[in-house]
């Protein structure tokens, strides 16, 4: 059966966050309607993921003639050289995206706020004429053979084709399915804290030459740095039994930053996030006419920059499929199980093994093992071919290359 969206029964992507908004935006670029409902009344801009890696650069320069990618690198740093480091003694491998640079146009992260590119796709959307619907809570979902119909929380009803869930990690949609999201939580939560200073400049001793992005083990306390467009940020993990508010306090805060890197006075804290890590993946990625894209489907640590990037993947793979399927001999139901296969199968074989192994990697207390971790490290950055291989990985290159991005049906996989 094709998909069959028209006007009054539009593909409906529910959450106008970074991977609803690249799913509405690639199917209206490819003619298909859509409309968008969100749930909160304006806009978000509170600070979230800031990486885009090679491969999640290369589909959105490939959507639209490249206008929403190359606005993405105006604004946004590029970054070719990330570090693995260790707290107390500095340098331990440092890898060059350079090295990639036959393979990719965009041989670095590109650092940016995720909602840069939020702001960046609702223009365009509405330049495309897509409906967004703020102020929308999706409270209800019902199915039949031909498509679902929404119902917001003031009870008007949406008739929909299909319905995109990616309403986030809480996803109403995710919970209105009955899908199970199985997985941990890790018992430490992560404090982001965002600084005035040029870390670079300021920073001293074993960390002088420190790169824009870098992960920095420690069997007490790890940190993981990186530099945005607006500012540096510096992750630390919070025990468990430590609580939020306690480590929220300006004096702690301060604490923390100076423990890392004493700069002789007080830091100038520009914003600061707590929350909780988890991986999880939905026990299924669609149902009938109802499919799950984002962090609705997958959430992760983030330990690589790979939860974001791999929702905007599920995005263009999804809107790949749903355009074949809106085809006279378009068969929606194989193009969604077979999304729902792959995109899983990343989701659980290369994010959530990554992101796990880097985090267990950060905080690793055994001597011995973090010997052996600096020892690969090392070995990896330092032979081109292997760091090759780590840099495809890392940025979500052989995950593309291995499992295609909405590849044809009848491609063997
Ligand atoms: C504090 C914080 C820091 C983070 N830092 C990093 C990081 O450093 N690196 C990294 O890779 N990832 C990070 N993440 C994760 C990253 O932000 C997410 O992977 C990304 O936002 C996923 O995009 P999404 O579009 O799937 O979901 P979201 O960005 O969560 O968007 C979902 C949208 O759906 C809307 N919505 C929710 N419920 C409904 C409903 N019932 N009806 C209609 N709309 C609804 C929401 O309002 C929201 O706009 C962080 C997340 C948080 C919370």
Excluded: C
């Excluded at 409270?139 to 008739?159: M, S």
């Excluded at 600084?195 to 824009?212: K, P, S």
């Amino acid at each position: 059966m094709s998909l069959a969206a028209s006007a009054d029964r539009p593909v409906t992507v529910v959450g106008a966050g970074p991977v609803g908004l690249v799913t509405a935006w690639s199917l209206a670029d490819a003619g298909l309607p859509v409309r968008v409902l969100e749930a909160d009344t304006v806009n978000r801009t509170d600070w979230r993921a800031s990486t885009f890696h090679a491969a999640t650069m290369e589909l959105l320069a490939g959507i639209d003639g490249g206008l929403v990618a190359e606005e993405m690198l105006e604004r946004g740093l590029r970054v070719p050289r990330y570090h693995y480091r260790d707290r107390r003694t500095g340098l331990v491998a440092a890898f060059d995206l350079g090295l990639l640079a036959d393979e990719t146009r965009f041989p670095f992260r590109l650092q940016l706020n995720q909602q840069r590119l939020v702001e960046i796709l609702l223009r365009r959307l509405g330049e495309l004429g897509v409906p967004r619907h703020f102020g929308s809570p999706v409270a209800g979902l019902a199915q039949d053979d031909a498509g679902a119909t929404l119902t917001t929380e003031d009870g008007t009803e949406h008739r929909a084709a299909l319905v995109v869930g990616a309403d986030g990690a809480g996803s109403a949609v995710r919970k209105l399915l009955g899908a199970a999201f199985e997985g941990v939580t890790y018992p430490q939560r992560f404090l982001i804290i965002s600084v005035a200073e040029d870390l670079r400049a300021e920073v001293g001793d074993v960390h002088a030459d420190l790169a824009e992005v870098s992960y920095i083990s420690d069997p007490e306390e790890f940190v993981f740095v990186l530099r945005t467009p607006e500012s540096w940020r510096v992750l630390f993990p919070i025990p468990p039994q430590e609580d939020s508010a306690e480590a929220l306090a300006p004096a702690a805060m301060q604490r923390r930053l100076r423990g890392f890197a004493d700069i002789g006075r007080d830091y100038g804290i520009l914003d600061h996030q707590i929350y909780a890590v988890h991986q999880r993946v939905a026990d299924r990625f669609h149902e009938g006419r109802v499919v799950l894209a984002g962090d609705a489907a997958h959430i992760n640590s983030p330990m690589g920059g790979m939860g974001l990037n791999s929702g905007i993947h599920d995005a263009v793979d999804l809107s790949r499929r749903l355009v074949r399927a809106a085809g006279a001999d378009g068969d929606v139901a194989a193009e969604l199980a077979a999304y729902d296969a792959v995109r899983r199968g990343v989701a659980l074989d290369y994010v959530r093994a990554d992101t796990h192994r880097n985090t267990q990697m950060m905080a690793e207390r055994d001597p011995a093992v973090r010997a052996q971790n600096q020892a690969a490290l090392r070995a990896t950055a330092g032979d081109p071919d292997a760091a090759r291989v780590w840099l495809r990985r890392a940025s979500l290159l052989t995950a593309v290359a291995e499992q295609g991005i909405g590849r044809p049906l009848d491609v063997a996989s």
